[in-house]
């Protein structure tokens, strides 16, 4: 499957995340992610730019494994995926994609 933007992309991404648990999982992970990075350029500790993706990545993996059974788009469409998964973030917390 190839997409010709991301506009195309994203549709087939909130298909891949159709249950209330994989979106709350990656909504979960995202803030953790800006939390890291927040708290990296406040502290300049590394540890928190090695947490971040660990955070990311862990809370919505795990979400594919147990509630949505599919693989992760990141694992064929890295850059999209990412980007994909700050607009979902964006459009969860502003009420345009709702979780029930």
Do not use: Q
């Amino acid at each position: 499957m190839s997409f010709n933007s991301f506009s195309e992309f994203y549709k087939f991404y909130l298909s891949e995340h159709s249950k209330a648990g994989t979106k709350i999982f990656h909504f979960i992970g995202t803030a953790l992610v800006i939390v890291s990075l927040f708290l990296y350029f406040y502290t300049y500790d590394s540890l928190y730019l090695f947490l971040a993706p660990l955070m990311g990545y862990g809370f919505a993996w795990f979400s594919h494994i147990f509630f949505e059974k599919n693989t992760p788009a990141t694992f064929k469409y890295p850059l999209y995926s990412l980007k994909a998964d700050f607009v979902m973030f964006f459009h969860i917390l502003t009420g345009k994609i709702k979780i029930f």
